[in-house]
């Protein structure tokens, strides 16, 4: 049975405002499989960025100026864009560059004033490097402890495992909401409540979520969600946090200088108002204004319109790339329980190959650890090939990255010798 698409959902309207969908690459209409990595940018959200720099741009909450005063207001228009489309309130939110930037706020601010000795901090094995690393540097520095939730053959997370640690009063449990190798979305709902009855704050690392689905943090409960908004229309060097306001005030500043204060004196400083406590310094105006821009055009499209045409992308992708008996696929077999990605090896060729013969036919997927390397372990491989999709992905961009597998079995023979 092949799957179909929506009626109603218009790709071609969608494919026509990202110009460089036009691009060939090697005389090849270009396929974009690798949207996990990053995603490409509607002409809208290019054209706000002009338009700030032509117009208004200034820097902004310090002048009395007309331009200072519209860029501020621009700023502060996207911060309120950007948390509505989260379900959060405006004063929660908190630009950074990026979820990484987002996770090593929490970590650094939250986590060396809250953290002790011998504390538990509940990770799993699915994270991404960027929800790793800063923990293990403020492990290094408190003497917390790391454990990690392990993921089952089928690529979910073990929730007796994690139930089973979370007996032990964890400080903080720490996933992600959707993994980026193996498309898996966790119960994040379900996890927060859990990990709440035990005390623990809860922190979710979104950069694979909230491109591709609706996600509300006030229905999540979580005490921490971060993202980024180069992977949902953005541009790059702008991502946001968001936290609970009460525990935005309790913190202590993550970077200090100026815009961050109410009073400097010899000896001491005094905070602004959060979230403005959390961003010393000038911020990035210009691409926090195209991040509102982008997330204007995501909610006129529709959240649960693009997670519905992702899927049909993900199930047509599962079904071909299933019945190949050289090709191994990780992660859930059944789309429903995926965002729109899939990682594959062939049985007998390094994905650098695969990506490589790919990009001769204008095919852009990702072969790599996708900075998962506790995932990789896992499963017992060095890399995977991945291919991600996004709403301006076709059926035909999915029938011919799979077409152009053949190639591979071109080039290095069929697996078995067949
Ligand atoms: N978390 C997940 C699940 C990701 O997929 C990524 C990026 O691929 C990140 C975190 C880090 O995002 P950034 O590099 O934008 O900070």
Not at 257 to 276: C, L, N, Q, Y
Request: hydrophobic share 40%; aromatic share 8%; charged share 20%.
């Amino acid at each position: 049975m092949s799957v179909q698409i929506a009626a109603t959902y218009d790709v071609q309207t969608i494919r026509a405002d990202f110009p460089i969908l036009k691009r060939r690459v090697d005389g090849n209409p270009l396929v974009y499989l690798d949207n996990a990595a990053t995603s490409q940018k509607p002409r809208q959200v290019i054209d706000a960025l002009v338009q700030y720099y032509e117009q208004s741009n200034a820097n902004v909450h310090r002048g009395l100026h007309t331009l200072a005063e519209e860029a501020t207001e621009a700023y502060e228009t996207a911060r309120a864009k950007v948390a509505h489309f989260i379900g959060a309130e405006p004063e929660s939110l908190v630009f950074t560059r990026n979820t990484t930037e987002a996770i090593n706020l929490v970590a650094y601010a939250w986590g060396l004033a809250n953290l002790r000795e011998g504390d538990l901090i509940v990770l799993s094995e699915m994270e991404h490097h960027s929800n790793i690393v800063p923990w293990q540097l403020v492990a290094q520095r408190t003497g917390a402890k790391l454990h990690y939730v392990p993921f089952t053959s089928e690529g979910e997370l073990d929730m007796e495992a994690l139930e089973s640690l979370l007996r032990q009063e964890p400080k903080l449990v720490a996933i992600t909401h959707v993994s980026n190798v193996l498309g898996t979305v966790n119960p994040v709902q379900e996890i927060t409540r859990k990990a709440h009855a035990v005390g623990a704050k809860v922190l979710v690392d979104g950069a694979q979520a909230v491109p591709h689905k609706l996600v509300n943090v006030t229905q999540i409960d979580c005490d921490f969600y971060a993202f980024s908004g180069h992977k949902m229309l953005a541009p790059t060097g702008i991502g946001a946090l968001y936290a609970r306001q009460e525990l935005l005030e309790q913190m202590p500043p993550f970077m200090g200088g100026g815009s961050m204060i109410r009073k400097v004196t010899h000896e001491f400083s005094t905070w602004a108002d959060v979230p403005t406590k959390f961003e010393a310094g000038t911020p990035n105006i210009a691409d926090a204004v195209a991040f509102g821009v982008a997330v204007d055009y995501l909610q006129r499209v529709g959240m649960e319109a693009i997670q519905q045409h992702e899927q049909s992308l993900t199930e047509e992708a599962l079904r071909l790339l299933e019945a190949e008996e050289d090709i191994v696929i990780y992660g859930p077999r059944d789309a429903r329980k995926r965002c729109g990605l899939v990682s594959f090896n062939f049985k007998h060729v390094h994905p650098h190959d695969v990506a490589q013969i790919l990009d001769k036919r204008g095919i852009a997927i990702r072969a790599g650890h996708h900075c998962c390397q506790i995932i990789m372990r896992r499963l017992d491989v060095t890399a995977t090939a991945r291919a991600s999709f996004y709403l301006y992905n076709t059926l035909e961009e999915v029938r011919a990255f799979w077409k152009a597998l053949d190639d591979v079995r071109k080039v290095f023979g069929k697996y078995g010798g067949r």
